[in-house]
């Protein structure tokens, strides 16, 4: 089963959603049509994106699923107006994002 790079995994995601300098810099470059504001871990991230979001990270490891519902929960709670964006441009239907939010919102309750 074919499954997401590892070369990342250490990246560390409490430093980068901490740091709004380091956060935008991830934003600019998912967002941006091509890759020019992209790190090397960004251009991975935004190939992964838009599969992760289809089959919700089938092809992620244990370490990958957690981050991602770590960067999502930011997303909605902190980032609102990016999350709009990421949206729009990853989901225009809407038809996976709902799920995360809705999972987000029953977390809350």
């Known amino acids: 089963e074919e499954k997401y790079t590892t070369k990342y995994d250490n990246v560390n995601l409490d430093e980068i959603l901490a740091n709004d300098r380091l956060f935008d810099k ?8 091509g890759e020019s504001n992209c790190t090397a ?10 599969d ?3 089959n919700e ?3 992620c490891n244990e ?3 957690e981050g991602t519902k770590k960067v999502l929960k930011h997303l ?7 999350w709009q964006k990421l949206k729009a ?5 809407g038809t996976y994002s709902k799920k995360y939010e809705d999972r987000e919102k029953e977390l809350h309750q």
């Not at 909605?76 to 990016?82: M, R, S």
């Open 26 to 33: 991830y934003a600019q470059c998912l967002l941006e049509d």
């Open 41 to 50: 871990d960004g251009k991975e991230l935004k190939k992964a994106v838009p």
């Open 52 to 54: 992760a979001l289809s």
């Open 57 to 59: 990270c089938a092809k």
């Open 63 to 65: 370490k990958q699923k």
């Open 76 to 82: 909605i709670n902190h980032k609102p107006d990016v």
């Open 89 to 93: 441009k990853y989901d225009p239907d």
